[in-house]
């Protein structure tokens, strides 16, 4: 069985830092796509960031520049830095596992709430 957990999130002051972490059990991830997606109330999820099997990323226009994403494949891990945080990034964050293929099944974790103070 195929599970993701999130951690890292919390709560913390306008221009603070927070290193969110995304640990798979149950497959592999070195094949596979990855992102981070934040959902907050009435909204619908919309994505931060992705990194392929290869290394590319992608990152939403809001956290350009602020937020990194990165892997460890050895550790079936997956990171999202943030930096000079906003207020506007509080939400829930959301570990994503695409699928390799299109008859697959991708995975999402639980999410971590983030919630940056004013």
């Known amino acids: 069985q195929v599970r993701l957990a999130e951690s890292g999130g919390g709560l913390v002051q306008v221009g603070g830092s927070l290193r969110l972490s995304c640990g798979v059990s149950?497959?592999?991830?070195?094949?596979?796509?990855m992102g981070w997606y934040r959902q907050t109330p009435g909204k619908q999820r919309e994505l931060v960031a992705t990194i392929t099997s290869a290394g590319r990323t992608d990152y939403a226009d809001s956290g350009e520049g602020r937020f990194t994403i990165s892997r460890d494949n050895a550790k079936k891990t997956v990171y999202l830095q943030m930096n000079n945080l906003k207020p506007e990034d509080t939400g829930v964050y959301y570990c994503?596992?695409?699928?390799?293929?299109?008859?697959?099944?991708?995975?999402w974790g639980q999410g971590t709430q983030v919630t940056v103070s004013s």
């Open positions: 994503y596992l695409a699928p390799r293929f299109v008859d697959q099944t991708g995975y």
């Open positions: 149950g497959s592999i991830i070195s094949v596979n796509t």
